[in-house]
């Protein structure tokens, strides 16, 4: 299974961006697909997943302003990010869960900044 993510740069706050990562291999027992990020001198975050049957799970800093889905026919996951603040600045990571196993996108970087 690899990932493949795009679409992270430079963006304003209040500004928006979106996110897609485009999964190959054998894409079989996926229970879920979705972003972590990680900023600077912290660790590794949930940001928002889509779970097997299509529910969703946002983190609450990021409720009401990020939107994932999942096209399940491109085997594509993506993050639409409106109302991005400083805080939000990390390197965004993709990932899948098959049968219990964690895999992950090479990474990609989101900077809020004036």
């Known amino acids: 299974v690899q990932l493949q993510a795009s679409g992270g740069g430079l963006v304003q706050p209040g500004g928006s961006l979106r996110l897609s990562c485009a999964a190959s291999g054998a894409l079989i027992g996926i229970s879920h697909m979705g972003w972590y990020r990680q900023a600077p001198g912290k660790q590794r975050e949930l940001v928002a997943v889509?779970?097997?049957?299509?529910?969703?799970n946002y983190a609450d800093s990021v409720k009401g302003r990020f939107t994932v889905s999942r096209d399940s026919a491109k085997n594509t996951v993506y993050l639409q990010m409106n109302n991005l603040k400083p805080e939000d600045t990390a390197v965004y990571y993709c990932n899948l869960d098959q049968y219990g196993h964690p895999y992950w996108g090479q990474g990609t970087l989101v900077t809020v900044s004036s």
């Open positions: 889509v779970i097997s049957g299509g529910r969703t």
